[in-house]
């Protein structure tokens, strides 16, 4: 497989992943391990097509997590720990925006084709990237969906006010260019074709992704068969397919994670009062924090510690919303504060719409009552840590193993189990993911900071006016503009740049450790077990640097001897990079 970004030279290393967590962080976060300072800095050199190529290395879906990623690399940004985070998310949305407006065709690798046939079932983000990596080693790929639609909860569950679907087929239209077949319309089990059809028909593996589209009851007096009850994911796809008509006067969502926000966010567009009932404080809210200001600003109106308990209805329809209050008692095993109730607080909210958003299960019943492979006691299908089930040739990933999550948490699903599969076709051992991993180190010449790099603040997007919401599905978030690209990108810290310090042409004058101005690099003597730092130390002293506290300033790049330098870590996680790396150094 052709990688662009793969250096001819450089020194190899193999380093620990705890090196990595320290050091990069935010590509270590990434569950998809995207490289993050490697985009980011081709975005602040004006190479756009490049940072996409960069992009889809590790992501087919760039344009779509642009765009409604929860961006967990953020999280770990070290930018973070002295101002705000880097926007990364912001800034790959714009690289792919760009590549969509200018309608710049970027060509599939060419692979050599093998013989083997993989059955992939399920078009969301775990089966297509998995269709995507296995289409790239040169496997025959045909995914199967049921609907009329490919993209699984991305085209279904995801408002289009956050999510744009032309961008959802911008991404699968360069998926199917490496030749995967995607039948749309197709229902496996009854009373479509069957596993054991599709291995009959000569898919030597199957890769199972058929996501968690079932809604969890309330399961509460009043709920079943009244009009007017329904689950956030049959009305989120109704109103995705075109059905636009209000769900009710008054609405309640119950829940608090993101399809109960995506809820409410939707009703509130079409209904005139949209409220949401959840049983914990806003700090335990699941959902992510800006979806939950947004909701603010739109009008959604919030019941917190409180708990439905009973449907109130007349003439088969919903009338009113019984609860009771809550509390919070001790922790949970979800690490939260346990919600309790408080005796005889019961209050009663109208309502002739109620939207329920607890969670999301996987409905299995396509399989039959024989399919024979393990089922979780969460009805989830039972895998190992590299997707294979109990039974020979079949592997299951997304959200039909990890319950409800995110695109990007699938993908690296995808990832995985493309690897496992390509494994198995191969007849080799299917081996715990490593725990070391191989980099590259490449001289990488300090460049210059802007003057005020330390002091440039975050970019703001620029959002839709809450005025101009009401009743439309219009785009919220507008995205970055160039020049703020420009200078969000250099913001990083570059954190793939590790310091090199050649000790033995040191003539430990201490100038780099004076003008460090976090202590990443200390001047010790080598017999002092303390190491602490001596501005001045005998011919016997040593440089010590610390790498992860580095924010790669250049302060010391004026050494007198020039011994100091940096190296880029390029780290490349994925096996098959890995290996066409090997085979250039034999």
């Known amino acids: 497989m052709s990688q662009a970004t793969i250096p001819n030279q450089g020194i190899r290393a193999l380093l620990d992943l705890d090196w990595l967590q320290s050091n990069i962080r935010c590509q270590h976060r990434c569950p998809a391990h995207m490289d993050v300072p490697g985009y980011i800095r081709l975005i602040s050199q004006g190479k756009y097509v490049e940072s996409y190529k960069l992009m889809r290395e590790t992501n087919p879906f760039p344009a779509v997590c642009g765009y409604i990623c929860p961006h967990p690399c953020e999280s770990k940004c070290k930018r973070g720990d002295f101002d705000r985070p880097v926007a990364?998310?912001?800034?790959?949305?714009?690289?792919?925006?760009?590549?969509?407006?200018?309608?710049?065709?970027?060509?599939?690798?060419?692979?050599?084709?093998?013989?083997?046939?993989?059955?992939?079932?399920?078009?969301?983000?775990?089966?297509?990237?998995?269709?995507?990596?296995?289409?790239?080693?040169?496997?025959?790929?045909?995914?199967?969906?049921?609907?009329?639609?490919?993209?699984?909860?991305?085209?279904?569950?995801?408002?289009?006010?956050?999510?744009?679907?032309?961008?959802?087929?911008?991404?699968?239209?360069?998926i199917q260019a490496r030749g995967v077949e995607i039948k749309i319309n197709t229902t496996i089990g009854s009373p479509g074709k069957t596993i054991s059809d599709l291995h009959k028909e000569g898919y030597k593996a199957i890769f199972m992704a058929v996501g968690a589209q079932k809604g969890k009851r309330l399961e509460i007096p009043g709920e079943e068969g009244t009009e007017g009850v329904m689950d956030c994911l049959e009305f989120?796809?109704?109103?995705?397919?075109?059905?636009?008509?209000?769900?009710?006067?008054?609405?309640?969502?119950?829940?608090?994670?993101?399809?109960?926000?995506?809820?409410?966010?939707?009703?509130?567009?079409?209904?005139?009062?949209?409220?949401?009932?959840?049983?914990?404080?806003?700090?335990?809210?699941?959902?992510?924090?800006?979806?939950?200001?947004?909701?603010?600003?739109?009008?959604?109106?919030?019941?917190?510690?409180?708990?439905?308990?009973?449907?109130?209805?007349?003439?088969?329809?919903?009338?009113?919303?019984?609860?009771?209050?809550?509390?919070?008692?001790?922790?949970?095993?979800?690490?939260?504060?346990?919600?309790?109730?408080?005796?005889?607080?019961?209050?009663?909210?109208?309502?002739?719409?109620?939207?329920?958003?607890?969670?999301?299960?996987?409905?299995?019943?396509?399989?039959g009552d024989h399919h024979g492979l393990e089922v979780t006691k969460w009805g989830t299908i039972a895998v190992d840590e590299n997707l294979v089930t109990n039974k020979k040739g079949i592997f299951a990933g997304g959200d039909v193993t990890l319950g409800p999550s995110t695109v990007i948490e699938c993908i690296a699903q995808g990832h995985t189990a493309a690897k496992s599969i390509d494994r198995y076709l191969r007849g080799e051992e299917i081996k715990e993911t490593k725990k070391k991993v191989w980099v590259t180190l490449l001289d990488n010449e300090f460049n210059l900071r802007e003057g005020n790099y330390d002091a440039e603040p975050r970019q703001k997007m620029q959002m839709l006016p809450v005025d101009d919401r009401q009743g439309t599905f219009n785009l919220v978030e507008l995205g970055l503009a160039e020049a703020q690209a420009e200078k969000e990108a250099l913001r990083c810290l570059k954190c793939d740049l590790t310091i090199n310090v050649e000790t033995n042409e040191c003539v430990l004058c201490g100038r780099c450790s004076m003008v460090c101005p976090v202590g990443a690099l200390r001047q010790v003597e080598v017999d002092d077990e303390s190491k602490g730092y001596r501005p001045y130390v005998g011919k016997d002293g040593i440089v010590i640097k610390y790498t992860d506290m580095c924010i790669r300033c250049g302060n010391c790049k004026d050494c007198p001897v020039n011994v100091i330098s940096l190296k880029r870590v390029l780290w490349k996680p994925n096996e098959e990079i890995n290996k066409t790396l090997e085979e250039r150094e034999e």
Not at 304 to 330: F, H, Q, R
Request: charged content about 25%; some cysteine; overall charge positive.
């Open 88 to 174: 990364i998310d912001a800034l790959k949305r714009f690289v792919t925006d760009y590549i969509y407006k200018n309608k710049i065709k970027i060509p599939p690798p060419k692979v050599n084709r093998r013989m083997e046939k993989v059955a992939i079932i399920g078009a969301g983000p775990a089966g297509l990237t998995a269709a995507n990596d296995l289409a790239g080693m040169g496997y025959k790929v045909t995914v199967f969906e049921k609907e009329s639609q490919v993209g699984g909860m991305m085209m279904w569950a995801i408002p289009s006010y956050r999510l744009p679907r032309e961008q959802i087929m911008f991404d699968v239209s360069h």
């Open 236 to 367: 989120l796809k109704n109103v995705n397919a075109g059905d636009m008509k209000s769900p009710g006067k008054k609405v309640a969502v119950i829940g608090g994670g993101n399809s109960a926000i995506d809820a409410a966010r939707t009703a509130q567009r079409l209904s005139p009062e949209v409220y949401i009932v959840y049983r914990r404080t806003r700090e335990e809210m699941p959902a992510l924090s800006w979806e939950i200001e947004e909701a603010e600003h739109e009008g959604v109106k919030f019941h917190y510690l409180a708990a439905p308990v009973k449907i109130l209805t007349e003439n088969g329809k919903v009338k009113a919303l019984e609860c009771i209050k809550m509390k919070m008692g001790k922790p949970d095993s979800s690490g939260r504060r346990r919600p309790e109730p408080v005796p005889n607080s019961e209050f009663v909210i109208e309502t002739d719409c109620i939207i329920t958003a607890i969670s999301q299960e996987s409905d299995l019943k396509f399989l």
